[in-house]
């Protein structure tokens, strides 16, 4: 048991109580949190910064607006239901479109607007926030996602996972939704995680349920060597929610629409650590580096280029 | 904060904690393990009532020393009472009085008894005086036969008490002793009856009331028994089986027909009568034969307080225990559990009701809620009614719960009551959620977590020398504050981590 925790040590896996101790406790600021943990604020703030982000439709803040909602949402024919503070995707409906007066759920049976409705009082009482407080409803566009990942996802929206750490990109990883998620992108619920090289933006190998996989589950193809278009540009991206938030270790959720190209679809100031496992390698060295280099490096053209040059998948 | 700092503060309480410790058990002799003493006792009788600005008398029988056991110290706790003490019919009273007051009152009186070898009982020069049994009519002509009766079956008192207690308790009532006894068939009664026959037989006897010397019971049931005047002594029977002699941890508190409690100018009166082993008394010897007396220790130790506060710390002090457990368990092995510390709610609760039944009680009472719960999300609820009427249908299921395991004869069912009812409710709505959410692998794995780190916990703190130390020696969980402390700085992996990221060493080798 000691052999396998010193053989962990040497590949540098970061554990939970040193993730907590040593970097979200120390670089996270909790008065930083709120802007992160909830998806309103955090959209607002990118907006407002020029991000790119899925198009906000409207926030439901109290229970009497949710009987107006329908009328509401008549000009859309499809969208996704948020709650803003919610956690590891739960609450989150994706409506793909309208058969006569059901909505159409991406991911299981039709709803009828009650039970759209009864989703929504739900979010709104807090069944899914951290805690159990009162929580607001996002209601925004829904990505479609790009033909890149077809092969290689059942069903829903993969994004991309990048751990930035003091404004560097150090890991990546695309979660790619199977059918025992449900079309949804969380690993805990059954998504798989490819690793995704710095460098090249090119996938790796991929974690699904704590095992390492090489083809996808329903699909069959391989995950391996697919090679995501404008990877520097996502990078950049993901290295400027640094200055966004000031949170100094985080994960940035991105997603590639079809049409729109990558947007930010969430930040997490305690992101998972499945993603070292994704890319067969830990998270500790990258970060001890990050944290010897990070003074010198000036701004984000700067930081992404040191990232690409020290953490690719072979260095 | 350096990491030095740590060290520091850590090595400062572990020093203290454990120089106190030392210097108690080693200098002062405080007792090591809980059974090093077992003969003193602590009795508390504790009367409230009601007063309506009205003059009020309460009086309490209390005991007397008896041959064998020494009250050592009797204090009587009262505000603004005026308190006397008077013999009456052979027993002693003590008498509250006061001249006007008004609300909820509480007295109490206060005892040590100890426990002393036993000389040989002194007899009696004069034959106690019989009281008339005063009985007339049928209740006359149904005595004296049943005393003829049992006369002829006898040879002499022992064995005439020991035919009459037979009477008083077959199954199927001979019409004389029923018609004695009447309706009530409990023990005091038979005692009292019991009593007035011998009297009309022409026996010295009273009836003793008392209560039991055991490790700690609040709520001491009074016991009572017959005392018949043979061969110039008191001997003692047991009313139910009719042997001689009753066992050695009875205390007798008074005798006679008198109520222990006699109030004039209040109402709703409710006694207590609770006993405990005494341990400040063998802490206190331990310091008097000790060569230095600790007299400021002693005054500001848990010992200073009422009996009843005393056990409300017996529990609350393993409280830090079972918190030190879940530390461990969580962020050195990572088991999940609900709630943070629930766990360890959960393995007070288990005090109660003991393992198995508590895991048994506790998991019956999660499926049901969970069943509950599941239904009522077809209704279509807003969370806070939906909670409330978990809650509802918990505390229903709790009762109903008790009244089967009851109605089956089995005891400990009753115990379910014991457990927190809101964080049932709130282990079925976590639970429910998560199982929605995340499947129900994980919301097994959670609960099942919960279940295991609060056994640990319960067997832990069930450990009678774990209590005793940590009640003794509070000094003790300074030097567990320094190891929680300390574990707050493990960044190391959490065992069950390791498994998890397994996957990784193979991939890499």
Redesign the interface.
């Known amino acids: 048991m000691f052999g396998l925790a010193r053989q962990l040590a040497k590949i540098g896996v970061l554990g939970l109580n040193r993730r907590n101790a040593e970097y979200t406790l120390r670089h996270n600021l909790r008065r930083l949190y709120p802007l992160v943990d909830d998806k309103v604020t955090t959209k607002q703030l990118a907006q407002h910064a020029g991000i790119a982000v899925p198009e906000l439709y409207g926030v439901v803040k109290e229970n009497y607006q949710v009987r107006t909602l329908p009328e509401m949402l008549e000009q859309y024919s499809d969208f996704v239901v948020k709650p803003a503070r919610g956690s590891g995707g739960d609450g989150i409906l994706v409506i793909s479109g309208r058969s006569r007066q059901m909505y159409r759920n991406a991911n299981g049976p039709l709803l009828s607007r009650e039970e759209l409705c009864y989703h929504i009082s739900n979010i709104l009482s807090g069944v899914y926030s951290l805690g159990g407080q009162p929580d607001r409803t996002l209601i925004e566009y829904r990505v479609r996602s790009d033909p890149l990942f077809e092969a290689i996802s059942y069903k829903g929206v993969p994004d991309i996972r990048v751990i930035v750490f003091l404004g560097v990109p150090v890991m990546s990883m695309v979660r790619l939704p199977t059918m025992m998620s449900g079309g949804r992108a969380n690993l805990h619920q059954g998504a798989l995680g490819a690793g995704i090289d710095i460098t090249n933006g090119i996938t790796l190998s991929a974690v699904w349920r704590n095992d390492i996989v090489t083809e996808h589950p329903d699909t069959g193809n391989m995950l391996m060597g697919v090679k995501i278009p404008n990877w520097e540009a996502l990078l950049r991206l993901a290295s400027r929610c640094y200055e966004l938030t000031g949170l100094g270790y985080q994960g940035v959720d991105i997603v590639l629409d079809k049409d729109k190209g990558p947007l930010i679809l969430e930040l997490n100031a305690r992101p998972g650590l499945n993603i070292q496992i994704a890319n067969r390698t830990g998270l500790f060295p990258r970060l001890r580096s990050v944290e010897e280099n990070y003074k010198a490096l000036q701004g984000v053209e700067d930081r992404v280029a040191f990232a690409q040059r020290n953490f690719g998948a072979n260095i | 904060m350096s990491r030095r700092h740590l060290y520091f503060l850590a090595l400062g309480l572990t020093i203290v904690g454990l120089g106190l410790f030392l210097y108690k058990a080693l200098v002062l002799g405080f007792p090591l393990t809980p059974h090093r003493i077992s003969e003193i006792w602590n009795l508390e009788a504790r009367i409230v009532f009601a007063a309506h600005n009205k003059p009020v008398k309460v009086s309490l029988l209390i005991p007397r020393p008896i041959q064998g056991l020494a009250i050592v110290n009797e204090n009587f706790i009262s505000q603004g009472y005026g308190i006397t003490t008077t013999t009456e019919e052979g027993n002693l009273q003590a008498v509250w009085s006061k001249r006007k007051i008004k609300g909820q009152q509480t007295l109490y009186y206060r005892a040590v008894v100890r426990r002393i070898s036993a000389k040989k009982p002194g007899s009696l020069l004069r034959p106690p005086k019989i009281e008339n049994p005063n009985f007339q009519g049928p209740y006359l002509a149904a005595s004296q036969s049943l005393v003829d009766e049992i006369h002829a079956r006898s040879s002499d008192v022992d064995t005439f008490v020991k035919e009459l207690i037979k009477q008083l308790n077959k199954p199927q009532l001979d019409e004389n002793i029923a018609l004695l006894l009447g309706k009530q068939s409990s023990v005091s009664r038979k005692v009292k009856i019991a009593v007035r026959v011998l009297g009309q037989a022409g026996i010295p006897a009273r009836a003793i009331h008392g209560v039991r010397l055991e490790e700690e019971n609040h709520n001491a049931p009074l016991l009572h028994w017959l005392e018949v005047y043979d061969t110039k002594q008191w001997r003692p029977y047991d009313p139910m089986t009719g042997e001689s002699g009753v066992p050695s941890n009875y205390m007798p508190w008074w005798h006679g027909t008198q109520p222990l409690v006699q109030i004039k100018g209040g109402d709703r009166l409710q006694t207590t009568l609770s006993v405990n082993l005494n341990q400040e008394e063998a802490v206190r010897a331990a310091t008097e034969s000790g060569m230095i007396k600790s007299p400021l220790l002693l005054e500001f130790s848990l010992f200073s307080l009422p009996v009843h506060t005393q056990a409300v710390y017996h529990i609350l002090l393993l409280v830090p225990i079972g918190a030190f457990l879940l530390v461990i368990l969580r962020?050195v092995v990572?088991i999940k559990t609900f709630g943070t510390f629930m766990p360890v709610l959960m393995a007070l609760a288990f005090r109660e009701t003991q393992l198995l039944w508590g895991i048994i009680l506790f998991s019956v009472m999660v499926a049901l809620g969970l069943s509950i719960r599941l239904y009522l999300e077809h209704l279509?609820l807003?969370?806070?009614p939906r909670l409330a009427s978990v809650l509802f249908v918990v505390v229903l299921l709790m009762a109903l719960l008790s009244i089967l395991t009851h109605k089956l004869g089995l005891e400990r069912g009753l115990s379910v009551a014991l457990f927190p009812m809101v964080i049932l409710t709130m282990t079925i709505e976590r639970m429910s959620?998560v199982w929605e959410?995340?499947?129900a692998t994980?919301a097994l794995q959670q609960g099942l977590g919960s279940l295991v780190v609060a056994a640990i916990a319960y067997l832990i703190m069930d450990i009678k020398y774990v209590e005793h130390l940590a009640f003794v020696f509070p000094e003790l969980l300074l030097v567990l504050l320094a190891g929680t402390l300390l574990l707050g700085?493990?960044?190391?992996?959490?065992?069950l981590?390791?498994r998890?990221?397994?996957?990784?060493?193979k991939?890499?080798?």
């Open positions: 962020n990572g279509k807003l969370v806070v959620i959410e995340r499947g994980e700085r493990y960044y190391g992996y959490r065992l981590e390791l998890r990221f397994k996957q990784l060493v991939g890499s080798t």
